[in-house]
């Protein structure tokens, strides 16, 4: 029997058809052109999903389940989702919309929790029960599985680990609060950081390296780093000692088997991992230093998403 994962995006809609071993059999892609209605949307998931199962050959009768990943707050058990800013859905159930054109089970989780299962079942965190999964991107993402299972809260709306607070009255965050772990530590907080050390010190090789301030990506301040320049080593170590301190809360609150991190910045490798090791060594609290939690990249990529969706029907109540 295959499963099929659907990660919804904002940008795009990526489709999956995965088999028992959890590996990826067939996808393919098609863009979520927002904004749309949620009957619009789930039209194209399907007509994603033929063209998937076509190209495999494979028959609906072949399909044991359908599990989506969508942005915003979801209802696994119901397929409602229940809020999401990025999609403008509130309360839209994605399960009865389905029912048109099919009848099968279907699944909904966040999209940073279907990617943190897919890590578990198939990736960096294969074999440990309790994992934090934390993605740097234009935001930072959560996703907590303890044992073996997706961690949300009564509502749902659990894992939101980008809106603990660093920094008591800091940089703004998009969610309203300030000082947030994500204004610090997302890929976007890097660019930022970059640009304001690039406008103090105008010398900076930075700048030779970007260009402009317009063309400045996570990768701006580590090229420089290596290039042996002063203000890009101070960005690089601002920014990994904020991410260091946001990693360590979340390790003193959970205490997990392992913490991956995922997201562009992670292509670092050791520039990034090396220095995060000696700063949770140094400040986790810790009273076993053989039982102490692991930190890791994540494997899948883009694909863990596709993968964890696939697989919510065996977490499902």
């Not at 409602?80 to 048109?100: A, G």
């Not at 960096?124 to 809260?153: E, F, H, N, R, S």
């Not at 000082?179 to 530590?185: D, L, P, R, T, V």
Request: charged share 20%; with cysteine; hydrophobic share 40%.
């Amino acid at each position: 029997m295959y499963n099929v994962g659907i990660d919804l995006g904002g940008t795009n809609i990526k489709v999956g058809l995965v088999n028992e071993n959890y590996e990826i059999v067939e996808k393919a892609s098609t863009p979520t052109n927002l904004p749309r209605s949620a009957e619009e949307i789930v039209k194209s998931m399907v007509d994603t999903m033929w063209k998937v199962l076509n190209a495999a050959k494979v028959t609906i009768g072949e399909v044991n389940s359908i599990g989506i990943g969508t942005p915003g707050v979801a209802n696994r058990n119901s397929g409602v989702v229940l809020y999401s800013c990025n999609l403008d859905f509130k309360n839209v159930n994605l399960r009865e919309l389905f029912k048109k054109y099919l009848d099968k089970p279907l699944y909904v989780e966040n999209d940073a929790n279907s990617a943190a299962f897919g890590e578990v079942l198939a990736g960096a965190g294969q074999g440990y029960k309790d994992v934090i999964v934390v993605t740097l991107g234009t935001g930072v993402g959560g996703g907590i599985i303890i044992d073996g299972k997706i961690y949300t809260g009564f509502n749902f709306c659990g894992a939101e680990l980008g809106h603990n607070v660093l920094v008591y009255n800091g940089r703004q965050c998009g969610c309203g609060r300030k000082g947030c772990f994500e204004a610090y530590s997302s890929a976007t907080a890097l660019i930022n950081m970059t640009r304001e050390s690039m406008e103090e010190h105008k010398d900076s090789k930075m700048w030779e390296i970007a260009g402009s301030l317009e063309n400045v990506d996570g990768k701006t301040a580590f090229d420089g780093m290596r290039a042996d320049d002063a203000a890009a080593k101070d960005v690089v170590n601002m920014y990994i000692d904020y991410l260091g301190c946001g990693l360590t809360n979340i390790i003193n609150t959970f205490q997990p088997e392992v913490l991956l991190i995922g997201g562009g910045i992670c292509k670092e490798g050791e520039n990034l991992t090396n220095p995060l090791n000696e700063y949770i060594k140094r400040e986790a609290y810790c009273v076993d230093a053989e039982r102490t939690t692991k930190l890791n990249i994540c494997k899948l990529g883009n694909d863990a998403g596709i993968i964890g969706a696939a697989f919510l029907y065996t977490i499902a109540e």
